[in-house]
């Protein structure tokens, strides 16, 4: 199996599951999946079953234009059709976001989600950097980010909220204060692609507001929270204006046939969706749990569907990767490659526990990382047993 190429990439991404799998071949059909953050419990079998039955038609005919996809999705999400345009994946909506209304600076938190740094600095723009202080969780003080905001004289301003790769959460009230204090400036993005997944207020989005502010838009990426990252697709909600002018830039039938009967099932499963949410949740606080037990990890609070992990000094998450990949089969994502990290973070996507067991064995045997004349950690990893703390989620 030679898996460990595809960790060497210069790229702020992870190697795809599929390329892993490609490269693991037969050893790949118990991979579990730590790197990539997607619901595990939604679409439902009766969903997936309903896709199958259905996959030749779905896949021989054209889709509908964007037109009769976003009133579908507006009546779904009960916007009016004017404020939002969906895309194939927000990734789509933060290119043209940038080339449309992104003219000479940007300001980003760090670390983030990497298209947030590189895809202005792809088209030369200067990228503010705002640093967020591993000594404060990675919490982004609102205050401190407008200051910042203020004394660079940058144009726009990005939050993500939660942010990846901590999954620290912004109060709404707090993300209101914010684009409150900005609204001089060209644009605020509110990127809320992990958004459903808080559980620590009713309803934290700020989509509602942004249709009514003349500079905000808010993002949000469908395959995170409905578990399907392989059909592309996101939305992007704001005045009617900006919307207008996203929506004339993406291409006529930029979503596929599979993202449309997704979206024309959703109004039916609105119960299973919340269930599956739920379930995550209680996922995300036994997984907490687990990873507490090993006094040498240090978990980062987190809202949104994966965990931050801080590993002590002597042991390196390259190597860890490698590990467990090799030893276990499960894919994780060290942070080496993210502005703002190093590769002594990892962030692990929340998973059912039968997967989370078989993720505790392999930090179990983590001093085999020294193995075969490699450096040796002076810290094992050793379980421990620790009362949870309910902080987390
Ligand atoms: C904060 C954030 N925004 C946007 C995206 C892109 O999402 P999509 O898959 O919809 O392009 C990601 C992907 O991880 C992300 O973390």
Wanted: charged share 25%; proline share 6%.
């Amino acid at each position: 199996m030679t898996t460990r190429g595809l960790f060497q990439q210069s790229t702020a991404h992870s190697p795809s599951f599929f390329s892993v799998a490609r490269a693991m071949g037969q050893h790949a059909d118990d991979l579990a999946d730590f790197c990539i953050p997607c619901n595990p419990y939604f679409p439902t079998d009766e969903m997936f079953g309903e896709l199958e039955r259905n996959l030749r038609t779905i896949l021989k005919f054209y889709p509908s234009d964007a037109g009769a996809i976003t009133a579908q999705l507006a009546s779904v999400l009960r916007l009016n059709p004017s404020t939002i345009s969906p895309a194939n994946g927000s990734t789509e909506l933060i290119t043209w976001i940038d080339r449309l209304l992104v003219d000479a600076s940007i300001a980003v938190p760090i670390p983030t989600f990497g298209r947030w740094t590189d895809q202005p600095l792809e088209t030369g723009k200067r990228v503010d950097m705002f640093l967020l202080k591993e000594s404060d969780n990675f919490e982004l003080r609102v205050d401190e980010y407008v200051d910042f905001i203020k004394r660079r004289g940058s144009r726009v301003a990005v939050l993500c909220n939660p942010n990846n790769p901590d999954g620290g959460y912004l109060s709404r009230r707090e993300v209101i204060r914010f684009m409150d204090a900005l609204d001089d400036l060209d644009l605020v993005v509110i990127d809320e692609s992990f958004i459903d997944f808080v559980e620590v207020e009713m309803n934290p989005s700020v989509a509602a507001e942004a249709v009514v502010r003349p500079n905000v838009i808010v993002l949000k990426s469908l395959g995170k929270n409905f578990g399907l990252h392989g059909i592309r697709f996101g939305y992007q909600v704001s005045n009617p204006a900006l919307t207008r002018k996203l929506s004339a830039a993406l291409p006529k039938w930029n979503l596929n046939s599979l993202a449309e009967t997704v979206i024309f099932m959703l109004a039916e499963r609105r119960a299973e969706y919340e269930e599956s949410l739920k379930k995550l949740a209680l996922d995300r606080f036994m997984m907490n749990s687990q990873l507490n037990q090993f006094p040498e990890l240090t978990v980062f609070p987190s809202q949104a569907n994966f965990l931050l992990v801080k590993l002590p000094g002597s042991v390196d998450g390259a190597e860890l990767c490698d590990y467990l990949l090799a030893e276990h089969h499960l894919l994780v994502r060290q942070c080496g490659n993210k502005i703002g990290m190093t590769s002594q973070f990892m962030r692990f996507g929340v998973r059912p526990d039968t997967e989370v067991e078989r993720l505790v064995e392999g930090l179990r045997g983590v001093e085999r990382l020294g193995g075969g004349g490699r450096h040796t950690p002076t810290i094992e990893l050793v379980a421990h047993s620790r009362e949870p703390e309910r902080s987390i989620s």
